[in-house]
Nanobody, 119 residues
Framework: QVQLVESGGGLVQAGGSLRLSCAASGRAFSSYAMGWFRQAPGTEREFVAAIGGSTSYADSVKGRFTISRDNALKTVYLQMNSLKPEDTAVYYC???????????????WGQGTQVTVSS
């Protein structure tokens, strides 16, 4: 069993930066692939980034967002730079067996943290 708690969301102006954190509890954190997803009102949850043996990103965030992890701290991060109003969403972290963009393949999910980017 893994519990995930996101933090670091907030209100930021366009062009600004935020760093999201996702703290995990439970065993074997390092064995899980981790992903970040986001969901804006009225839309489906969409893939943002994943990290396993390597990293992958949605095209919409490539070059602006960076996913990383610290296994000793059981934490995964999402550094978000050059933020745009269209990045506004609730951001979720997830743990699974493989670093996939498919949300249904993740086993554990956090409760989410709101990111709002003003224009």
């Amino acid at each position: 069993q893994v519990q995930l708690v996101e933090s670091g969301g907030g209100l930021v102006q366009a062009g600004g930066s935020l760093r999201l954190s996702c703290a995990a509890s439970g065993r074997a954190f390092s064995s899980y692939a981790m992903g970040w997803f986001r969901q804006a009102p009225g839309t489906e949850r969409e893939f943002v980034a994943a990290i396993g043996g390597s990293t992958s990103y949605a095209d919409s965030v490539k070059g602006r967002f960076t996913i990383s992890r610290d296994n000793a701290l059981k934490t995964v991060y999402l550094q978000m730079n050059s933020l745009k109003p269209e990045d506004t969403a609730v951001y979720y972290c997830a743990a699974g067996r493989i670093p996939t963009p498919r949300a249904h393949e993740y086993i554990y999910w956090g409760q989410g943290t709101q990111v709002t980017v003003s224009s």
